[in-house]
């Protein structure tokens, strides 16, 4: 009873659609416990958002829900069976160390996933300890929030709360469990798991799950398989560019990995480039650069395709008029990306209107940007802050006229200088998680308990478009030692 109140009290509004899903979606469990669970972060602004009380939760109570020991009223915890192409190759997997608890309904009548990472063994745990680390789910709490607050769509992060048991990788870690948001947890994968081990009335079963919950305009009548295609399709065509505008390598593309709602989601080895290369890879398991920034796009079509493989009993009767459909979304897919890239670039440059020489002025810079391996992030910020003159491409003769170039190219439009800098400002942040200032805030918090460092980075994340003169240390590139960064997958 008295645990029900401290429920009511946190404002945990489960609904449980998913459970209500064919039972081979899933498996219905609990989270394992912990020792002595303790939150070490918590996000009250995303809290609020989801109608939960931060006063209630940032509590002895509330640790034990984010550490599994204790499930919530109303709560209906299960891991979730997906499938998917890991670099290429089909895997059966499933939620081998998560749970999800339930859907949250906000106070606004969103519905949203929450999910536990690192609860613990499920039957899709494989030869994996069900568990997580500390310092890699700090990492997705870091930059799955510097990516909301970049405007780009992505799950959450609510809390992390360490377990206080040690855990073995290469090394003995603290153990500790993410509470993660979510429009879903659907992924590409999930269909790849129905269309192998699932009948045509499941896969039904779960396209029309994945329509009603994503896609609630798409019509009853008309191919709405070919309409959640198509949606997904266009999704993950904003997304992806959104990732390249931006320089991120979200590094372990899988189609476990691609979320039907269109949010980044998975954060593992992850990292934003900085010298421009469109070859930059920092997976230190990435060794053929399947997943390096300039081939996200290509991924991202390669994944849709094996989606569309899945959807093909339900887009025709036909199989190779199915297959004619599904192409032709591939094709819209490409046309989508190329179109939202060269208006993001556009903006990037500050740029109005639409030239034919756009497209040309935009890969020039890029183009020396690479040759002067000019950070990605400061160059474009430089030029927002008219700063031109202080990118690493210095006064380099064809720099210069390259600026020269888009000097008359801006004085062909009406918008004056004020404008064009804000458009360019808001297209082009200022600050990004830096991997050095991660790797920093990472391990003051995991080795020494210091959380300030994380606290004042995510807070300077929190406004990344601005230029605020006392974040400077955000801003600046790492300085060249020589060394690649490298990021690992052994979460
Ligand atoms: P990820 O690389 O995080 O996308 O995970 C790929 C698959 O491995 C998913 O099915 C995870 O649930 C599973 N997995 C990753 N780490 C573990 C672990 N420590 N224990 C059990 N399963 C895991
Ligand atoms: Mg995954």
Same mark, same amino acid.
């Given at each position: 009873m008295k645990e029900n109140l401290i429920d009511l009290a946190a404002g945990w509004n489960f609904d449980n659609s998913y459970a209500r899903l064919p039972g081979d979606f899933f498996t219905r469990m609990n989270p394992a416990p912990v020792r002595s669970p303790r939150i070490v972060i918590f996000n009250e602004p995303l809290a609020l958002f989801l109608g939960l009380s931060a006063e209630a939760l940032q509590t002895p109570e509330g640790a034990e829900i984010f550490a599994g020991n204790r499930v919530p009223e109303g709560a209906d915890p299960l891991a979730q069976a997906y499938a998917g192409h890991q670099f290429g190759h089909f895997t059966m997997l499933g939620d081998g160390r998560a749970l999800l608890l339930g859907e949250q309904i906000t106070p606004r009548g969103e519905r949203v996933d929450i999910q536990l990472k690192g609860s613990g063994r499920t039957p899709y745990s494989r030869r994996g300890d069900g568990r997580a680390a500390l310092g890699p789910m700090l990492r997705e709490y870091i930059i799955s929030e510097a990516m909301h607050a970049l405007g780009i769509p992505t799950t959450r992060s609510l809390a992390v709360a360490a377990t206080g048991e040690t855990i073995y990788r290469e090394t003995d870690l603290p153990g500790a469990v993410l509470t993660r948001v979510a429009a879903s947890h659907l992924r590409v994968g999930t269909f790849e798991y129905a269309a192998q081990w699932a009948d045509e009335a499941e896969l039904r079963a779960l396209a029309d799950y994945t329509l009603e919950r994503h896609y609630p305009e798409a019509e009853a009548g008309g191919n709405r398989y070919l309409t959640l295609l198509r949606e997904v399709a266009m999704r993950q065509a904003a997304l992806i560019t959104r990732w390249m505008l931006v320089g991120f390598i979200h590094g372990v593309m899988n189609t476990d990995n691609m979320a039907l709602s269109g949010e980044t989601i998975d954060y593992g080895p992850c990292a934003f480039m900085d010298a421009y290369d469109p070859a930059t890879v920092f997976s230190s398991i990435d060794t053929q650069g399947r997943y390096a920034y300039g081939n996200q796009p290509h991924i991202g079509a390669w994944n849709l395709a094996r989606f569309a493989e899945t959807l093909l009993p339900l887009l025709h009767e036909d199989g190779e008029q199915g297959v004619k459909l599904a192409e032709d979304v591939l094709a819209e897919y490409h046309e989508e990306y190329d179109r939202r890239w060269l208006a993001g670039m556009r903006a990037k440059l500050g740029l109005f209107r639409e030239e034919p020489e756009d497209r040309a002025l935009a890969e020039e810079l890029l183009g020396l940007m690479q040759k002067h391996r000019a950070d990605y992030t400061s160059t474009f910020r430089l030029l927002a802050d008219g700063k =031109? @003159? @202080?990118? =690493?491409?210095?006064?380099s003769p064809e720099y210069r006229a390259w600026l020269t170039r888009r000097q008359a190219r801006l004085a062909r439009q009406q918008e004056g200088p004020e404008a064009v800098q804000r458009l360019m400002q808001s297209s082009s942040p200022a600050v990004i998680p830096r991997n050095h200032r991660v790797e920093e805030a990472l391990e003051a918090a995991v080795q020494d308990g210091d959380f300030g460092v994380m606290e004042r980075l995510l807070d300077a994340l929190r406004s990344p478009y601005e230029s605020v003169p006392e974040r400077t240390e955000y801003c600046t590139a790492p300085a060249a030692n020589g060394r690649p960064y490298r990021t690992f997958c052994g979460t």
């Open positions: =031109a @003159e @202080e990118t =690493a491409m210095g006064d």
